[in-house]
C-alpha cells in the first residue's frame, strides 16, 4: 500500500534558502543542490547552490491538500517552486532515494 509523507519542492534559487525548519505537519529534513546535500551540512565538499531540492517529510501520512498548503506556504515567502516531486512510501518502505 502506498502512503503519501512528504514533497521535495525545487526551486528557482541560485543560493540556499531560509525557509522554516517546520510548516504544518512537516519537518524541513534537508536541502540538496544537484543530488549532494547542502543543508544540514555533512561535509563542506559542495561549491555552490543551483536550484535547490527542498525536503519536507512527515513519519504520519498526509494528504494532498496539506502538500498544497505547504507549497502555498513557500510561495507566500516570496519564493518561486519550478517543480515538486510528492514522496509515498510503499508498504512502510521509502520509494523514494536520497541525496548524497
Keep these: 500500500m502506498m502512503t503519501l ?4 519542492i525545487f526551486l ?3 543560493e540556499l534558502p531560509k525557509l522554516p525548519d517546520k510548516l504544518g505537519p512537516f519537518d ?9 546535500r547542502v543543508y544540514p551540512v555533512a561535509a563542506n565538499t559542495h561549491a555552490g547552490i ?5 525536503r ?3 513519519d504520519e501520512t498526509v494528504t494532498d491538500v496539506e502538500i498544497e498548503q505547504l507549497v ?10 519550478t517543480k515538486c516531486q510528492k514522496l509515498f512510501k510503499l508498504d512502510g518502505e521509502n520509494a523514494f532515494s536520497q541525496p548524497y
Aim: glycine share 8%.
Design 56 to 58: 519536507y517529510f512527515s
Design 50 to 54: 543551483d536550484w535547490p531540492q527542498c
Design 5 to 8: 509523507h512528504g514533497v521535495d
Design 28 to 36: 524541513l529534513i534537508f536541502i540538496a543542490s544537484r543530488g549532494t
Design 72 to 81: 502555498t506556504q513557500i510561495t507566500e515567502l516570496g519564493l518561486q517552486w
Design 12 to 14: 528557482n534559487l541560485s
